[in-house]
C-alpha cells in the first residue's frame, strides 16, 4: 500500500472509527438524569448487551459488528461491514468487501497501529496514532449537546464539536476533526457520524468527509482472546 493509500484508509477508519467517541456530557439536565440511569460498566467489569452510551464508553473492552458508508468530498463513496475488538489501548477493526475480510486496523501493542492486508499478506505501520483509531471509543471532548433526531434512524444525536487539526507524523498533511456524532436509541448507542477533512496548504477546511457507522451486537465488559490482536503476518514499511 502506498503511503497515500494508507491515508485514505485512515480517512476512512477515522471516519468511521472517530465519529464518535464519548459518554454523554451533554447538558446538565442529561447528566443529571444519568446519575440516576445505569451504573456504568466497570473496567473489566459486567458483560452488557445493547449498552448505554455511558456504558459503552466506561467499558475498556468492548465488541460488536458494523455497518460503514462514506462520502468523500470529490463523490466518491466507500461501503463496508465489519467488526470491533477494543481492549484498552488494543484494538482491532476487520473490514469486509462482499462478505470477504479484505483488510484490518490493529494495535497489538497499543502503541503502533498498523493495516493489515489479506490478498497481499503483509502488516504495515499506519501513520496515525492508536488514539486517532480509538478516539470513537473515548471521550472526544469535555462536552457534548444533543443535536435532534437522526432521519435515518429516529436517533437522538449527541454531538461533540471539536473544529481541531491533529497533525500526523510521516502523513503529508494534517486531519480536520469538525465534530463526532454518538446515535442513542431507547438509552441504547447504535451507531456514530464523524465528519472531517485535510486541510488545504493555507490551512483552510473545504467540504467534509462524512463517515458514517452503524453498530450491531454490540457488547461490553466480556473478556477478549488476546491472540486476536497478533498481527498474522510479517510488518513490511510502507512505499
Same mark, same amino acid.
Given at each position: ?63 460488536? !459488528? ?33 462478505? !470477504?475480510?479484505?483488510? $484490518? ?14 490478498? !497481499?499478506?503483509? $502488516? ?69 457520524? $464523524? ?11 473545504? !467540504? ?32
Amino acid at each position: 500500500m502506498r503511503r497515500p493509500l494508507a491515508v485514505l484508509l485512515l480517512a476512512v477508519l477515522t471516519f468511521a472509527v472517530m465519529s464518535l467517541a464519548a459518554g454523554c456530557a451533554c447538558s446538565a439536565d442529561t447528566q443529571e438524569q444519568q446519575m440516576d440511569g445505569p451504573s456504568p460498566v466497570d473496567k473489566g467489569g459486567d458483560k452488557v448487551m445493547s449498552p448505554t452510551l455511558e456504558q459503552f464508553l466506561d467499558a475498556s473492552k468492548k465488541t460488536g !459488528e458494523f455497518s460503514l458508508f462514506g462520502t468523500m468530498p470529490n463523490g466518491t463513496t466507500y461501503d463496508y461491514t465489519g467488526e470491533f475488538w477494543v481492549d484498552g489501548d488494543l484494538f482491532r477493526f476487520d473490514l469486509y468487501e462482499d462478505d !470477504e475480510l479484505v483488510r $484490518s486496523i490493529m494495535s497489538p501493542d497499543g502503541s503502533t497501529a498498523y493495516f493489515v492486508q489479506y490478498a !497481499e499478506e503483509i $502488516s504495515q505501520p499506519s501513520v496515525a496514532s492508536v488514539a486517532r483509531y480509538l478516539e470513537e471509543f473515548d471521550e472526544p471532548g469535555e462536552s457534548a449537546a444533543e443535536d435532534g433526531i437522526d432521519e435515518e434512524t429516529g436517533a437522538t444525536r449527541v454531538v461533540y464539536t471539536l473544529q481541531r487539526a491533529d497533525t500526523m507524523e510521516g502523513a503529508a498533511n494534517p486531519w480536520y476533526v469538525e465534530d463526532i456524532t454518538y446515535l442513542v436509541l431507547d438509552d441504547t448507542v447504535i451507531g456514530v457520524i $464523524s465528519r472531517g477533512a485535510a486541510p488545504e496548504e493555507d490551512g483552510s477546511v473545504g !467540504e467534509l468527509e462524512v463517515s458514517r457507522r452503524l453498530f450491531s451486537n454490540v457488547e461490553v465488559g466480556a473478556d477478549i482472546d488476546p491472540a486476536l490482536f497478533e498481527l498474522p503476518f510479517p510488518v513490511q514499511d510502507a512505499l
